[in-house]
Structures are given as C-alpha cells and as structure tokens.
C-alpha cells in the first residue's frame, strides 16, 4: 500500500486547500477511504470517510467546509477545504482506515494571518 498526500500549505483564516492522495498498491476501487489530521502536539483525529460508491461521512467539526471525494479511475483521494479556520492546522493523512494506521507520509496544512 503506498499513499501519497499533496496540496498543503499556508492559508489565512477564511481560505481554502484542496488536497490529494495518490493511492497505490491495492485495489482502490473497493476501499473506504479516509481523511485523518494530527494537530500539534494531539492525537491522529478523523475527518472524513468515503466508500467505493462516493457515499461520505464527516466530523461535526468540518461538516459544511469540508468535502470529501474520489476518482476511482485514476486512483484518487480529495478533499476540497473551505472556510478555514486555524483550529484547522495539521497535518493531514489519507488512510485506508479509520484509526490512520495505514497511511501516507501526510501534508501539513497551516491555516495563518
């Protein structure tokens, strides 16, 4: 299993991120999928879940912001973030479950003025 997250960065208060994760290694197509994020100095927490057929489920937290997504042809993971708030900073990982446990090296989003 190899993922591969992209498209962090620094953003102000109110901005917007889309990440990506190229998924490899398995076969995508049939795998929830999901979107975790470990702020500093906490825990990996979850945000977001996808199934095969673009079903998704969110955190309180990041309902209404956040939208997860899929390409099941090209083996890809998104997730579009808008309305950032700096609570929001982390790094953030594409995982193959919930927990994070299988997941890629992630990509730091820093939500800043």
């Known amino acids: 299993v190899q993922l591969v997250e992209s498209g962090g960065g620094l953003v102000q208060p109110g901005g917007s991120l889309r990440l990506s994760c190229a998924a490899s290694?398995?076969?995508?197509?049939?795998?929830?999928m999901y979107w975790v994020r470990q702020a500093p100095g906490k825990g990996l927490d979850w945000i977001s879940s996808?199934?095969?057929?673009?079903?998704?489920v969110y955190k309180d937290s990041v309902k209404g912001r956040f939208t997860i997504s899929r390409d099941n042809a090209k083996n890809m993971l998104y997730l579009q973030m808008n309305s950032l708030k700096p609570e929001d900073t982390a790094v953030y990982y594409c995982?193959?479950?919930?927990?994070?446990?299988?997941r890629g090296q992630g990509t730091q989003v820093t939500v800043s003025s």
């Open positions: 996808i199934n095969f057929s673009g079903t998704t």
């Open positions: 995982a193959t479950d919930s927990d994070g446990h299988v």
């Open positions: 290694g398995f076969t995508f197509s049939v795998y929830w």
